[in-house]
């Protein structure tokens, strides 16, 4: 398969999950808090070059990069299941799947990974499953949202694909995304 078709095909599946998922339900509010602290994230940057992928600028440059560098190295295995083979952290699975082909993961643990090199960067990020509305679908996408304090906003970035959404002006957050892509014409994953 291409590369024009993939980005076709999980732009249709984006359409389809979040199309169906455009009216959210209202909830109570979560308090949530981040801890940049974790001493996993301090040997996450000795073992891999978390740092300088990334380098400098705004928070969704940076996690860009990661996520850039990130989706080409990690093949897609959709029935990963990673009892007995990583536990479940990024350096663990870094170390089970970077640059070797023979052991793909799925795309929840390859959101795990990058949410963490965020995090270990001080980047706030956070996992979002991708559900369609459909009796006879029950599989998902997993994602993640980075917080650009620059923007202001959550920006959803894929690393799986190495994309993100986009009207050529503004980046989107997942929510947005089912807003959006209805009425586009083209596909604005980047």
Not at 80 to 90: L, W
């Amino acid at each position: 398969m291409s590369e024009k078709e993939t980005l076709q095909r999980f732009f249709d599946v984006y359409c389809g999950m979040i199309f169906n998922a455009a009216a959210f339900q209202t909830g109570r509010q979560i308090a949530c808090s981040y801890d940049f602290t974790d001493e996993r994230y301090q040997t996450l940057k000795e073992r891999y070059p978390i740092e300088q992928v990334a380098k400098t600028g705004g928070d969704f440059e940076r996690a860009l990069r990661l996520c850039v560098w990130l989706a080409p190295n990690l093949t897609h295995k959709g029935d990963f299941v990673p009892a007995g083979k990583a536990e479940e952290n990024a350096i663990s699975l870094l170390d089970y799947s970077f640059g070797n082909s023979e052991h793909g993961i799925n795309c929840t643990y390859k959101a795990k990974i990058l949410v963490e090199c965020c995090l270990a960067l001080h980047i706030y990020a956070r996992r979002v499953w991708l559900y369609p509305n459909s009796p006879y679908d029950g599989d998902c996408h997993v994602v993640v949202e980075i917080y650009d304090r620059a923007r202001e906003k959550w920006i959803m970035i894929d690393p799986t694909t190495g994309g993100y959404f986009t009207d050529g002006k503004s980046r989107f957050p997942a929510w947005k995304c089912g807003k959006i892509l209805p009425a586009a014409a083209t596909a604005p994953l980047c």
